[in-house]
């Protein structure tokens, strides 16, 4: 396949994935909007404060458009959406935008972080599993790691953070940094501005304090991509390129190096994208826990002070994350094998 038609193959493919994700994120932000209407609470009531008039609680209304029926509701807020205004939050006052903006690069981060552990104990595991499958090794491995992802998230967090927080206190239980240091924001993501400002010693306490909620996060999501890279394995150790190999006295080491691990890193990267979309919607629930500044906080605020443009917002931007990170994983992959550039011309 010559390489225009290749660049034809992954921009025709794009754009049908495009217009899937825009439908897919109508759909999400429809359903998230009549849902939230349905809840018990009145929006104006919230929006005018503890100890509103009644001209007050009708004027908010009027402000918000609440008075307005609900599909042009709907309507009036897509389309500022569409022009880049993503409302204005009625509990705080401020752009939902903004605030969005503050939050989603510490989400991100946690995020990161948590998808390279995972990469780097899976990977070592999985191959070593599939070298030795069927052996004691394999079994143990593969057990313990289908046990840990069985365990609720929530009560793991709490059983570390006081073991290894409270009575050991080898790290950190909540927070984004010592009280002794100062950061200012720059990217929203505390190491990473640390480190600009040139502060190591800050910059290795703010990773200090993701190390248990990465932890939790990778725990609770890693047994997918384990099980994936480990099966990938065994079918490239059975392919005849590998067997030639084996048969001239290649060493284990070179034979993953050089054959199994660039062959079965394909599918590694599809199941690691829709991993790390996850772990956008379970990092709500692990910041929550950690007292950590982030999508998560942001949301669950909003949904208690019944701010529906804060929750579109967040469940938007939540929804456009895993989408777009699914997208991103699967042009890679397309652009990385040409047999599934083959497969879309076929």
């Known amino acids: ?25 109508l759909l999400l932000t429809s359903s998230v909007f009549l849902l939230l209407k349905l809840a018990p609470g009145d929006e104006a009531v919230a929006a005018a404060g503890e100890g509103a008039t009644a001209e007050q609680i009708d004027e908010a209304r009027r402000r918000l458009g609440l008075d307005q029926p609900v599909p042009v509701q709907f309507a ?16 705080t006052h401020a752009s939902v935008g903004a605030q969005l903006a503050a939050v989603v690069p510490a989400t991100l981060g946690l995020v990161a972080l948590a998808a390279l552990m995972i990469v780097v104990v899976s990977v070592p595991l999985a191959t070593i599993a599939a070298f030795r499958a069927r052996t004691p090794f394999d079994t143990i491995t593969s057990s313990t790691v289908v046990f840990a992802a069985a365990l609720p998230a929530f009560w793991l967090a709490l059983m570390l953070q006081y073991s290894l927080g409270s009575k050991l206190g080898i790290v950190p239980i909540s927070g984004q940094l010592d009280r002794r240091f100062s950061v200012s924001a720059v990217t929203g993501f505390t190491p990473l501005d640390a480190a600009l400002a040139g502060d190591s010693a800050a910059a290795g306490d703010a990773l200090l304090h993701l190390v248990l909620p990465a932890a939790i996060l990778a ?35 070179r034979l993953a190096r050089h054959h199994v691990l660039p062959n079965a890193a394909g599918p590694a990267i599809t199941t690691l994208g ?23 906080s942001f949301l669950s605020n909003a949904v208690a002070q019944k701010d529906i443009p804060s929750v579109l917002g967040a469940v938007l931007i939540v929804g456009i994350l895993v989408v777009g990170v699914n997208f991103v994983a699967d042009i890679a992959q397309l652009v990385r094998d040409p047999r599934l550039r083959r497969g879309q011309l076929a």
């Open 1 to 25: 396949m010559s390489i225009s038609s290749s660049t034809r193959t992954v921009g025709a493919f794009a754009l049908r994935r495009g217009a899937g994700t825009l439908l897919a994120l």
């Open 76 to 91: 009036t807020f897509l389309g500022r959406v569409l022009r880049g205004d993503w409302g204005v939050s009625t509990s």
């Open 219 to 253: 725990v609770s999501f890693g047994a997918q991509f384990f099980r994936a890279q480990r099966a990938e394995t065994l079918l490239v150790l059975e392919q005849d390129h590998v067997t030639f190999a084996r048969t001239k006295g290649v060493s284990v080491l």
């Open 274 to 296: 829709v991993i790390f979309g996850n772990m956008i919607g379970g990092a709500i629930l692990v910041e929550a826990v950690f007292g950590l500044p982030g999508v998560g």
